[in-house]
């Protein structure tokens, strides 16, 4: 699991509430990811980090932001939560060997009311 | 939608039988990879196949690449039980690789 892990692990909150998922990894791996994985969907990229402070927008980061203060932390908070962003929420890290692969934390099941 | 497209949807089998799963995509790639899914996992990485490779084998798996069509299948052969997963092909885009677009997957059924 590249030492990743996701908190919490299941929420259920109220329209309108503000939401934050945190990432943590423990290798320094410089690029870390959300995605949110809907059926018939796949997965789909919220927002990425590739260092501290740094960030960028993915494809489906409207009502989604961000946060890297830390190497080991990435931090997904929905402002104002709303029924759509009932998901389920994946981090991953990008390897940085040669193989340009991802490894996913165990993600988090969020259901907003 | 950037993303690719898979097929089937969902596949059910016969353990010991081979299982293929085919993933389109629509833009240069650098890279296209496999991952699979348990029930309620995370996906875990299979098997990469690079833009200038036709043909990849790790165990079980072959991978295929065809550039040209855009396409890509993956084969599992001699299927088990502990093979019923979902599966995933991903591409790295030629211009930002370290970005991964996935298709919306392949539910596969091995029945023991």
């Known amino acids: 699991d590249a030492g990743i892990t996701q908190s919490p692990r299941h929420k259920v909150t109220e329209t309108g509430t503000p939401v934050t998922l945190r990432c943590h990894q423990t290798?320094?791996?410089?690029?870390m990811y959300w995605y949110r994985q809907d059926p018939g969907h796949g997965l789909r990229l919220i927002h990425y980090?590739?260092?501290?402070?740094?960030?960028d927008k993915g494809e489906v980061s409207d009502g989604y932001s961000v946060s890297r203060s830390k190497t080991e932390d990435f931090l997904l908070t929905l402002e104002s939560a709303t029924s759509s962003q009932t998901s389920v929420y994946f981090c991953a890290i990008r390897n940085q060997g040669s193989l340009e692969t991802q490894y996913f934390g165990p993600g988090t099941r969020l259901l907003v009311l | 939608s950037q993303q690719g497209e898979e097929d089937p949807q969902a596949l059910s089998i016969q353990e010991g039988e081979n299982a293929t799963m085919n993933c389109s995509y629509k833009t240069s790639i650098n890279n296209l990879q496999w991952y699979r899914q348990n029930s309620g996992r995370g996906l875990v990485h299979l098997i990469l196949i690079r833009s200038n490779e036709r043909e990849k084998h790790s165990g079980r798996l072959r991978v295929t690449l065809d550039t040209s069509k855009k396409s890509s299948s993956l084969l599992i052969t001699a299927s088990r039980a502990a093979d019923t997963a979902s599966y995933f092909c991903a591409t790295a885009p030629m211009d930002s690789s370290y970005k991964l677009i996935f298709g919306s997957g392949t539910r596969l059924l091995v029945r023991p």
């Open positions: 980090s590739y260092g501290v402070k740094d960030t």
């Open positions: 290798e320094n791996h410089r690029y």
